[in-house]
């Protein structure tokens, strides 16, 4: 089942931060962040394992809480190439413990001038 | 530098034709996947294959068939292609299960 990605849509000023949430219904053992910008392949960014690690990468990091379920990408004082969509991926953790691997539907984020 | 790459970025096909995107790899990767990407609906996982010879369907193999025959290269097969299979459709690879993905440039194919 798909993980749910909020909001669907961003648009930011330069320098603004912005948060994306990925959330599922099932128990989860890692999650994966990806950037696609338009017309492009879509890029790792990280993953975070199942220990509520987080994890940066440059202006960007992440948090995973697994007793909810949930993840979130903070990016910070966005710059223009952040612009593109986030899709977050989510792999199954308990008895499916490394199985399921699905990204979420995207969300875009665009940062203007 | 780490590459995958598709055979084509568009192709434009018939209803009831059989459409073959490769894909290629050359980081001697075991992990290849398919994926279609459609607007609102992010990457939706087709096919998988972990081994030379080995598939595993995805969330959505209807209508798609695939084929890994070298461990580099891993084929979708539509074979009566249909318009609701207009889309773009991405390759990724990784070492590992559920690695990092490594994609490729992607295929936009439009079936009339």
């Known amino acids: 089942q798909q993980p749910v990605q909020s909001p669907q849509a961003v648009i930011l000023r330069e320098g603004e931060d912005a948060v994306i949430n990925c959330s599922s219904s099932?128990?989860?053992?890692?999650v994966h962040w990806y950037r696609q910008k338009h017309g492009e392949a879509p890029v790792f960014l990280m993953i975070l394992l199942k220990g509520g690690e987080q994890k940066g990468h440059d202006k960007i990091s992440a948090s995973f809480n697994e007793k909810k379920q949930q993840s979130s990408l903070y990016l910070t004082a966005s710059q223009l190439s952040y612009s593109g969509t986030y899709f977050c991926?989510?792999?199954?953790?308990?008895?499916?413990?490394?199985?399921?691997?699905?990204f979420g539907p995207g969300t875009r984020l665009s940062v203007l001038p | 530098d780490v590459k995958v790459t598709q055979s084509s970025r568009y192709l434009v096909k018939r209803t009831g034709e059989k459409v073959f995107l490769e894909c290629v790899q050359d980081m001697d990767h075991e992990n290849m996947f398919w994926y279609r990407q459609d607007p609102g609906l992010g990457l939706r996982l087709i096919y998988f294959s972990y081994d030379v010879k080995m598939k595993e369907k995805g969330d959505i193999p209807e209508g798609y068939s695939v084929s890994r025959e070298k461990k580099e290269r891993f084929s979708l097969i539509l074979e009566s292609a249909s318009t609701n299979q207009t889309s773009m459709y991405l390759c990724?690879?990784?070492?590992?299960?559920?690695?990092?993905?490594?994609f490729g440039p992607g295929t936009r194919l439009t079936v009339l």
């Open positions: 099932k128990a989860l053992y890692s």
């Open positions: 990724a690879s990784s070492s590992t299960s559920y690695n990092e993905q490594f």
């Open positions: 991926g989510t792999e199954e953790g308990g008895e499916n413990y490394g199985q399921n691997f699905v």
